[in-house]
């Protein structure tokens, strides 16, 4: 027979308990909140409002990433049209140049029939050939530079429809785009899902949006696909040409095939003096924005995806020039496009950049 002796509480696992410290006169460390008990909620408690502290949305990183600069391109508009005194003086001169011309072809008939009379003939008919040549040309200018205030006068147009309630004012701008587009065979589905809804849609804002969409949509694709082409081609010309004045040339030579073929796109075909206004747009965008010469702001943008240390530094030009590039087709995006971007996205240098260096960007990245 075995007796109970006393219980070993050595031998019994110590129950966990908390100890307060005492850390001398200073400030206290607030004391954690009691357990709860077991099957009772928490009890809702009180915290100081030093205790919390909110980030500025100017610091969040969430809400302004470090490449955010790359979609700020600002947008293009043309520029003011002032009176000029030195077009006044231009005009002026051409009037009396035109003048002096046609005193000198006359002398030369009148001579030219003093020797023979089918030389007279033949001046008079070479004559009128080129003046009829030189009349066609004049209106074929004249038409282009129609489209291009056509097109700017319906961006505008849409601006002021798209603030208004009643659809009156949005439907006109629905059909003066439908007639700019209609030869385009990329926007037949479009114009064919607006003919349906006709009528259904009662919001002007809305009516523009799905005009946006179904009509332009098609039209900014192949427009990104022109500056990615354009861009692309810029990178390799100039990280291989062996001077710098072939970069020069090639660039501007790019630069204006991008603008001509965009403004072809959107409905504009301009004609030769339509295309110089157009780059003297582009052109004064640019500089008014800072983008001219390759800034701080680009080359720290390129450097910043580690490209420093993997590009050769004429690799690193070809890439930033094709940046330049794809900057100038941005601005003539905007110059040439009939609506301004309201239901879809602007496109960006940041949409770019990943096709432009796949293989240190990340653009291959789930393709």
């Not at 129950?15 to 009772?40: E, L, Q, V």
């Not at 040309?137 to 009643?166: D, F, I, S, Y």
Request: with cysteine.
């Amino acid at each position: 027979m075995t007796t109970s002796g006393p219980t070993d509480d050595s031998k019994r696992p110590r129950r966990p308990a908390a100890f307060a410290i005492d850390d001398g006169p200073g400030p206290k460390a607030p004391s954690p909140p009691a357990p709860a008990a077991a099957g009772k909620p928490r009890q809702p408690q009180s915290f100081e409002d030093s205790a919390v502290v909110l980030t500025p949305e100017t610091e969040d990183p969430f809400l302004t990433p470090g490449d955010a600069t790359l979609a700020d391109v600002p947008v293009a508009s043309p520029r003011p049209r002032r009176f000029s005194f030195a077009g006044l003086a231009a005009g002026a001169f051409g009037v009396l140049l035109s003048l002096a011309l046609g005193l000198w072809t006359d002398r030369l008939i009148r001579d030219l029939f003093n020797r023979a009379d089918w030389l007279g003939y033949l001046a008079i008919a070479a004559a009128a050939i080129g003046l009829l040549a030189l009349a066609a040309a004049v209106l074929r200018e004249l038409v282009g530079m129609a489209r291009l205030h056509a097109v700017q006068a319906l961006k505008e147009e849409a601006e002021k429809a798209a603030a208004e309630t009643k659809p009156a004012a949005a439907r006109a701008v629905v059909a003066k785009l439908t007639a700019l587009l209609a030869s385009k065979a990329e926007t037949a589905r479009g114009r064919a899902t607006l003919a349906a809804t006709e009528g259904e849609i009662i919001d002007g804002s809305h009516l523009l949006a799905l005009a946006e969409r179904e009509m332009l949509a098609p039209l900014d694709r192949q427009a990104r696909a022109l500056i990615l082409g354009a861009a692309k081609r810029v990178s390799v010309i100039t990280a291989v040409s062996p001077r710098a004045i072939v970069d020069l040339a090639y660039v501007i030579y790019e630069s204006a095939r991008l603008v001509r073929s965009m403004a072809d796109l959107y409905g504009g075909r301009p004609g030769t003096l339509g295309m110089v206004r157009l780059m003297r747009d582009v052109v004064a965008h640019l500089a008014v924005t800072g983008s001219i010469a390759i800034g701080d702001g680009i080359v720290q943008q390129v450097l910043g995806h580690g490209l420093a240390s993997k590009l050769s530094a004429r690799l690193g030009e070809g890439v930033i020039n094709g940046l330049m590039t794809a900057r100038i087709g941005i601005a003539a995006m905007d110059l040439c496009r009939p609506l301004p971007f309201k239901a879809t996205k602007r496109p960006g240098i940041g949409d770019f950049m990943g096709d432009l260096t796949p293989k240190f960007t990340g653009g291959d990245a789930g393709r």
